[in-house]
């Protein structure tokens, strides 16, 4: 209830306050952010926000259209398919790194072998090897892949950040103080400071008006935050819902949303007793006030969800199942599986595994109660982010709340859903399957998903792999969180990424300011 009242009153305290800021550059972005980030290497994408960070320090053969969400060429001048399983790409021409040192098909092929190493930890390599057999060098500007098979991912694959070939090894760079000048790579951005709570990144070239700094200050709760916002001490900000009416409410702000890619998720662990009777899966399904809960805790900021596809992706089919609201239905189905009440009412007892986050400990509380009211005993368990994704992937949970961030590509549902994506230990790079899940239709439809050539032929696959994932609910589909940032109005419109990309972070401020942004110089390695 504190919280409540603090959040309730930072309008009140700062909507009329004539205090001034402490003074910062003008030419500084002041980011804050509720999450921490921890790696930046781009072969460990291990947060999300780490990775983000390190798209805009390092840059791949391919990006995404911020549009369309389809790849497009970035260091690649040309892509082509000699044959069904070769690849043959040409680099552009003058490609450096931000120390001024030339980017060539030695450092492509580095950065994609330590991925492939067998010795490697990253979560990419069982993605990558499933796809590619070989990569070489040809000339300094030209580089050719062997696929295992014909591929109709290679493209996605292709977005990989590329790493300088002197930092390549099977180990991954980490994201330390001290470490700054190993981060090499051919982004908008060059790593000035990795001070634990306080990144700070340069843009390599000038850009009038738009800054010329980018600082990252993450910090512990959302009270925090909108207290610096409202006092002049940050600039923008990804919010969490419980903050929207704070800076809705603010002329001094703009809050502006993007349709995400992501799916915030109830997931099941299909191999735990209880649940791997599909009969209990939909009924935990049907027990969930779904739609009650987007509604009250997002307002428009969130899509409702049939699937891990929104409804505006190119391969989304509203043809699947549907669980509405409906506990007595829940009951009956947990009756069939043998689930009866006890004495006390209770028919299983669960724990739920959430974010210490605040918003997460809300919604399980929610969530907890509803399945409560059918006889489901659960006990919300709340950790550290970090710890909550290591214990899920050694399956040390019954039930999670969590959200996939980017499914830009569908792809990825073979990364969360695959028996081959399965974690087991020793092979840490598997893929994400936390839910234990198999279903050798769904693995058949996901392959020849990855097989097919364009959208057109890839996307029946994906249809019915999304009606299989919808009739066997590994995961219960929540809702697709929009992508919501606040920044001072003073700094101009702008328009987030829906994949959770941050490049539109540097162009704030760019029409309105006219600051001049000076020619920066970053220390070579």
Same mark, same amino acid.
């Not at 021409?93 to 098909?105: I, N, P, V, Y």
């Given at each position: 209830m504190r919280s409540g009242w603090l959040l309730a009153l930072l309008p009140m305290v700062f909507g009329n306050c004539a205090c001034r800021a402490p003074p910062r550059d003008p030419r500084t972005l002041v980011v804050l952010s509720l999450a921490e980030p921890h790696h930046l290497?781009? =072969? @460990?994408?291990?947060?999300?926000? #780490?990775?983000s960070l390190g798209r805009l320090t390092f840059a791949g053969l391919m990006d995404s259209d911020p549009g369309t969400l389809l790849p497009r060429p970035a260091l690649a001048e040309a892509v082509t398919f000699p044959d069904t399983t070769t690849v043959r790409v040409t680099l552009r021409? #003058?490609?450096?790194? =931000?120390?001024?040192?030339?980017?060539?098909?030695r450092d492509v092929v580095a950065t994609y072998r330590s991925i492939l190493d067998p010795s490697t930890t990253s979560r990419l390599r069982g993605t990558y090897a499933r796809t590619f057999r070989a990569v070489r060098e040809l000339d300094p500007r030209t580089l050719e892949f062997q696929l295992e098979r014909q591929d109709g991912t290679v493209e996605v694959l292709l977005q990989q950040p590329i790493v300088s070939a002197r930092?390549?090894?099977p180990s991954e760079l980490l994201a330390a103080p001290g470490n700054e000048a190993r981060f090499l790579g051919a982004g908008p951005v060059g790593v000035e400071s990795?001070? =634990? #709570?306080?990144w700070t990144f340069l843009r390599r070239a000038p850009s009038e008006g738009a800054p010329s700094r980018l600082r990252l200050l993450s910090l512990r709760d959302p009270n925090t935050l909108a207290l610096r916002l409202l006092h002049g001490e940050g600039d923008a900000a990804e919010l969490k819902?419980?903050?929207y009416p704070v800076f809705e409410r603010d002329p001094r702000f703009r809050v502006v949303s993007a349709a995400s890619v992501g799916l915030t998720h109830f997931g099941l662990r299909c191999d735990h007793p209880r649940l791997q009777d599909v009969r209990v899966r939909r009924a935990i399904a049907h027990a969930l006030d779904r739609e009650g809960l987007r509604r009250s805790r997002f307002g428009a900021r969130a899509l409702a969800s049939t699937g891990p596809l929104p409804p505006h992706h190119w391969a989304y089919t509203p043809a699947v199942p549907r669980y509405t609201y409906d506990p007595a239905l829940a009951r009956r189905l947990l009756d069939e599986a043998g689930l009866r009440p006890d004495a006390n009412g209770v028919r299983a007892r669960f724990v739920l595994r959430v974010s210490s986050?605040? *918003?997460a400990v809300t919604l399980g509380r929610a969530l907890v109660a509803m399945l409560g009211a059918v006889g489901l005993s659960v006990e919300l368990r709340p950790s550290e982010l970090a710890t909550l994704l290591v214990d899920v992937r050694a399956g040390r949970f019954d039930m999670t709340l969590l959200t996939i961030p980017d499914l830009s590509d569908p792809m990825g549902l073979a990364f969360w859903f695959h028996s081959a994506s399965i974690p087991v230990p020793g092979a840490r790079s598997a893929g994400g399957n936390r839910w234990r899940f198999r279903d050798a239709e769904l693995d058949r439809s996901l392959d020849e998903g990855a097989r097919a050539l364009g959208p057109d032929a890839r996307r029946?696959? @994906?249809v019915n792999a999304q009606r299989i994932l919808a009739e066997r609910l590994p995961v219960i589909?929540?809702?697709?969180?929009?992508?919501?940032? !606040?920044?001072?109005?003073?700094?101009?419109? *702008?328009?987030? =990424?829906?994949? #959770?990309?941050?490049? *539109?972070?540097?162009?704030?401020?760019?029409? !309105?300011?006219?600051?001049?942004a000076p020619a920066l110089t970053v220390p070579a390695p």
């Open positions: 290497d781009p =072969r @460990y994408p291990e947060d999300l926000l #780490g990775a021409q #003058g490609l450096t790194f =931000r120390d001024g040192s030339a980017l060539t098909a930092q390549a090894g990795l001070r =634990r #709570g306080d819902p419980e903050l986050q605040r *918003f029946p696959h @994906y589909p929540l809702w697709h969180p929009d992508v919501v940032w !606040v920044a001072r109005r003073s700094l101009g419109p *702008f328009t987030p =990424r829906g994949d #959770g990309g941050l490049e *539109f972070l540097l162009d704030l401020g760019r029409r !309105v300011t006219g600051l001049p």
